[in-house]
C-alpha cells in the first residue's frame, strides 16, 4: 500500500465523503495495488481519526 501520506489522504477523502453524504469511488479503481487489509485500515482510520497505528502500518506495508 501507499506511503503515509497516500493513507491519510484516502482516509481524509472517506471522512469528506461521510460528511457531505457522497460517494467514494472504490479504493482499488484507484490504487490498484491496495488489499482488502488495506481498505479495513483506512475505514478504521476514518472512524477513529488517524492514529500513530495507522502511519506506521502503513510505513510497515510500504517496504
Not at 457531505?20 to 479504493?27: A, C, H, Q
Amino acid at each position: 500500500m501507499p506511503r503515509a501520506e497516500t493513507f491519510a489522504a484516502l482516509t481524509e477523502g472517506l471522512a469528506d465523503a461521510e460528511r457531505e453524504r457522497g460517494v467514494v469511488p472504490r479504493l482499488t479503481a484507484r490504487r490498484p495495488e491496495a488489499t482488502v487489509e488495506d481498505s479495513y485500515a483506512i475505514q478504521a482510520c476514518g472512524a477513529t481519526g488517524p492514529s500513530p497505528w495507522a502511519a506506521a502500518w502503513s510505513a510497515a506495508r510500504s517496504v
